[in-house]
């Protein structure tokens, strides 16, 4: 091979890694922020994975199925409970009867929400809640955001939760460690929930904070337009 080849060679795959570069540092119009964020990211990772992920971990090997299954029912209630206020506020009556039942069904006859009877029988969820409201109210979903602990989410998405968090049900418990416990071992069931999908986002994607980013965008999309979003301006 002559040196000629050699070095055009050699300037063929600099090049190749520069527009491989240009590519991963290209802006991104939902995360006008990634270099911040990307940091917090890289803090969760230090935080989550010392203490958060363990914990979520030994609550799943160690806690009996049968109670996790009841804990992660109770809070699907809750859930369903803030799913049909916003189903109101939104306009979607059809949604607000089947999660109304859901409420109904599971809080009467399935011990408090222990239970879930609705799936059982076939009613579907609504999973709406107040940062969808926002979005169908016309709000923009302004920035993608990464919080530590907190995760992904937007400034519509983050302002909706904390709306839920300071007015959701929990929230009018008047005996505060009661109510702290509930936050507490609410957070842990959604850590748990999370070790699954998470194992795949870790193993599978070449840039992790990239994959969860584009899925979590993606996936609030698909609920803000009831599974059926209009193709992307960007699409082809």
């Not at 080849?5 to 570069?21: C, E, K, P, S, Y």
């Amino acid at each position: 091979m002559s040196a000629a080849r050699v070095v055009a060679g050699r300037l063929g795959v600099l090049a190749l890694a520069a527009m491989l570069a240009g590519c991963a540092v290209a802006p991104n119009r939902d995360d006008p922020f990634e270099p911040m964020n990307r940091a917090s990211f890289k803090v969760n990772e230090v935080v989550d994975g010392h203490f958060v992920r363990p914990i979520a971990q030994a609550y799943v090997a160690y806690t009996p199925k049968p109670v996790q299954t009841a804990v992660a029912n109770f809070f699907g209630n809750v859930r369903d409970f803030v799913s049909v206020i916003n189903d109101f506020l939104q306009g979607k009556l059809d949604k607000a009867g089947n999660d109304m039942g859901r409420v109904i069904l599971n809080t009467g006859f399935g011990l408090g929400g222990l239970i879930d009877i609705a799936t059982e029988a076939g009613i579907p969820k609504g999973n709406e809640d107040f940062g969808l409201t926002l979005g169908v109210w016309g709000f923009p979903q302004g920035p993608y955001l990464f919080v530590p602990v907190w995760g992904p989410t937007t400034v519509r998405d983050g302002t909706g939760s904390l709306v839920e968090l300071y007015m959701g049900p929990v929230g009018y418990i008047p005996d505060v460690p009661l109510r702290n416990t509930l936050y507490g071992i609410g957070a842990l069931n959604a850590r748990a929930q999370a070790l699954s999908a998470e194992a795949v986002a870790l193993s599978a994607a070449l840039d992790p904070y990239a994959f969860i980013r584009r899925a979590y965008l993606q996936h609030r999309r698909y609920l803000l337009y009831d599974g059926k979003p209009p193709p992307e301006k960007d699409s082809p």
